[in-house]
């Protein structure tokens, strides 16, 4: 669930103020000029939530990790170990209920130099606080950390005609603790009177902090695993039960023909709505080990995980989510009120925005009310299609990822918003519906009328917006596969990937990062005594019995015992900072020094990648995006800058 520290809202976040003094010594910059001493000192707000990740462009390899995106007066976060949460282990309440249990606590410090300008938010006579943007008065300052936009490749926004988002979990930021705890309910519910399951399953309760994005289910042995950007499992678990190295080498390791960790074998975890499945799988995988004869006769784990998969797509076409949504959005969906800025920004700037979801219309109505219609007296919002007027089209029940293939022959309906009525188009050009001699007219009261449509295909939004060339289009999403994968490599999209938790993740790095010195010091204190341990070793083997030859023995015992300390050591430290991101499966993008698969795919496909969407609003929509220097392993004590 993406923070909203940032986000200016009736106060519909759950979250920590804080203050926070500390000083920053010119001995603790990571950069190469000295920095005079000075007192940092502010207030942000930070919702409790789960979140890890961390890419290798912030690490200690890199004398300077921020190149030259990031001032160095821009306000480094600093936070305080009450972020730092305790996992309790996995328990078993009473005979029925089967948890693991990870609670991490969102809360902490940041602090930033007062006398750099910051974005901040200006309170309002109503009590609520005005987003500040770029093109506000007091836009245009530094920004900090939490809230910046890193590139992968180059992007010169002056190239961009058209801005699109997706809706859930881009625009629309939901709530963990309650919104995936009700699918998971919801789940729990079909299993047990839909699929056979016993009903000790309702007694279950969900740990939303457990689970996160990156891991790799697998399907038949009932693991779930960790793997780095070359594919060799790091972290795995069967269940709850972490499983040895020797069982992770035995399982993964000593096959001739590499696994690629592919569908139908494996499930991938790659957007926060599954999040929920992927512990109940554990769940499950636990409850059939200990209890074998009580799950339905012939499931096994396989079987198992297309039970659940086939219990949520029935908990979303029965409708009942929606519909609990839909009735207190509040509760399930973070109010952000610096999206609507944001929009008119991108507009202002002769850009056209538009939005594609697979939602269909009436959910999206609900939702994007909510998120774009004026907040009222009591917090709610009034029902009304007064949103559309911030988008130039709306693409619902767009089926993404197939909606991406140019090929794909699906059928264009315009929406009539009023009614939710389908209207036949002839790829996008309004026809005279059946009695009728002319096609139905727009909705009424719009300055600027933005055209609804359901289905359809990529080639139907290009020529709605008059698009000439898929690289002019910037599109936003959550989805790795769903929303950036597909649009990059089939379309050539430029794509921005948010990843709500990055907020959380860089400021832990920065405070971390004299622990991720001391790591690649010992690291390199190892190395060095294993060499000379190779060397005396060869040279006994070799060589003459001289007197000097006779003392190398006792020598060899010494740094065969300062090696074991110095290893022990290293990994002792290197356990304690992957536990202090999470307790189970350490930084979302990184498996101890190599990036994650995740991260692969970020770096691959994602041209830009943010915290929160609304980022976009702190920079100029005519900027130009740059990358930092890549560095291959030979370059980093030569140029470390």
Known sequence: MSPTSSSPTCNRTTATTITTTTTLRASDSLYPFPLAGCLFKSKMRIPKRPVSFCLSLFSPEFSNPFSSRIDLHSGILRKSDQCLGKRKGIRTRGANHLCASYTMDGSHEIGVDDKTPQLHHTACSDGRQDPCIWSSPEGGCKIVI???????????????????????????????????????????RKLVYDLGYPYELLAWSFDWNYMVRGLVLDKKRGNILKMDRHKYVKVAYHGFREMSKEDKVGTYGNTLIRDSFDEPDYALIDTLFSLAEAYLFAQLVDFKDNNPGKVPEG??????????????????????????????????????????????????????????????????????????????????????????????????????????????????????????????????????????????????????????????????????????????????????????????????????????????????????????????????????????????????????????????????????????????????AQRECHQKFHKVWGQLLKTGYQNSRFAHQVERFACLYTSQVTNLSLYSPDKYYRPSEDFMPHEFDILSL
């Open 299 to 572: 499931a096994d784990y396989a079987r198992m995980y297309k039970d659940v998969r086939a219990a949520v797509d029935l908990c979303h076409r029965d409708g009942t989510l929606k519909q609990m949504v839909a009735k207190d959005p509040k509760r399930y969906i973070n109010e952000d009120t610096s999206i609507v800025p944001m929009i008119k920004m991108l507009r202002d700037s002769g850009r056209s925005t538009f939005l594609v979801t697979n939602s269909l219309w009436d959910y999206t109505n609900i939702v994007m009310n909510f998120l774009c219609g004026p907040c009222t007296s009591d917090g709610s919002t009034p029902g009304n299609f007064n949103w559309l007027k911030y988008f130039d089209v709306v693409i619902t029940g767009s089926a993404k990822p197939s909606f991406f293939h140019e090929d794909n022959r699906a059928n264009l309906f315009e929406v009539e918003p009023e009614s939710g009525m389908l209207l036949n188009t002839d790829n996008g050009t309004p026809m005279p519906q059946v009695g009728n001699t002319s096609p139905r007219l727009p909705i009424k009261g719009l300055k600027k009328t933005c055209r609804v449509f359901q289905g359809g295909s990529v080639g139907h939004l290009h020529k709605l917006l008059a698009i000439e060339s898929s690289s002019q289009v910037l599109y936003v999403g959550d989805h790795i596969y769903g929303d950036i994968l597909r649009s990059k490599k089939v379309l050539g999209w430029r794509t921005m990937l948010v990843v709500p938790e990055l907020e959380r993740e860089v400021e832990l790095l920065w405070e971390l990062r004299d622990t991720r010195k001391q790591l690649r010091l010992l690291r390199n204190e190892r190395d060095c005594i294993e060499d000379k341990i190779h060397h005396i070793k060869w040279s006994l083997k070799f060589e003459g019995g001289n007197v000097e030859e006779k003392q190398k023995p006792s020598e060899l015992e010494e740094l065969e015992s300062q090696r074991d300390k110095v290893r022990l050591n290293h990994q002792q």
């Open 146 to 188: 939490g809230k910046q936009i890193f590139c992968n490749r180059s992007l010169n926004m002056k190239n961009i005609v058209a801005v699109g988002f997706d809706m859930d979990y881009t625009l629309a930021q939901y709530k963990s603790e309650t919104f995936e705890s009700l699918a998971y309910e919801g789940t729990i």
